[in-house]
């Protein structure tokens, strides 16, 4: 690893460190940060963590729900995948989802289709906007065993599929050279930033909560464009867990 790499991690564990330190001295209010990181070289760090030990998020939760959609779709076979995505094609879906009693969105529906297409043998998901960049694990297994032996979200897959590969594939679906670009419609509101021109960033929230007799300590994952503007914050607790124990 090259020194600004490695400086970006020591970054990320010192911010990381703070976070523990103001849990257990809970004095002080403001925020902090780490610098800019990285997209393509956070990825390399997720693909190999130092702790990958999942703890799960709530069934309720959008990366949960898109993980049982991408493990029921992928048990349909081939020719149920071809209905599928002539339904979506001809603007069938509710009547074809109904009919087939499969619950999920239309946009999942269109993001699988995408991940399939962007897949090697390993399963690996191949990034489209960096073809350099693969998430090294099994994009259509979101789901593994805590350390009680009880199935989770797995957190990794949280990060790099639900989160990364979504937002690569909304914005490459809008490539009217794409394969599915006839079903960008579906999934263009989530169509956020090419992620080459984005970076990411820890960030933390300390305030007063006078409610709760307490403060309250907020560190969430950002997804911002080069030039600082905030695109989206990511505040999943047990995904930013993860990256706490991965990202030492």
């Not at 991940?115 to 694990?137: G, N, P």
């Not at 956020?192 to 409610?211: M, T």
Request: aromatic content about 10%.
């Amino acid at each position: 690893m090259d020194e600004a790499k490695l400086a970006d991690l020591n970054d990320i564990r010192d911010f990381f460190d703070r976070v523990g330190t103001i849990c257990k001295n809970a004095s002080s209010t403001g925020e902090f940060y780490t610098n800019p990181i990285d997209v393509k070289d956070f990825i390399e760090w997720c693909n190999d963590p130092c702790n990958n030990i999942s703890e799960n998020s709530p069934h309720s939760d959008q990366a949960y729900q898109l993980g049982d959609t991408v493990r029921e779709l992928n048990k349909l076979k081939e020719n149920k995948l071809k209905e599928m995505e002539s339904a979506l094609k001809e603007d069938r879906w509710d009547e074809w989802y109904e009919d087939n009693s499969i619950k999920a969105s239309a946009d999942d529906a269109v993001f699988y289709l995408a991940l399939k297409c962007h897949t090697d043998d390993q399963r690996h998901y191949h990034f489209c906007f960096d073809k350099d960049a693969v998430a090294e694990l099994d994009a259509f297994d979101p789901f593994t065993e805590d350390e009680n032996g009880k199935t989770v979200l797995d957190q990794q897959w949280h990060v790099l599929i639900s989160l990364l590969a979504y937002l690569d594939v909304a914005h490459a679906l809008g490539n009217e050279q794409h394969e599915y670009h006839c079903l960008y419609r579906y999934i263009k509101k989530l169509d956020k930033i090419d992620l080459n021109a984005a970076e990411l960033q820890f960030y933390c929230v300390i305030s007063v909560k006078p409610e709760y007799c307490g403060i309250s300590i907020k560190p969430e994952l950002r997804l911002n464009t080069k030039e600082g503007k905030r695109v989206r914050k990511y505040p999943s607790g047990r995904m930013n867990e993860w990256l706490n124990r991965s990202l030492r």
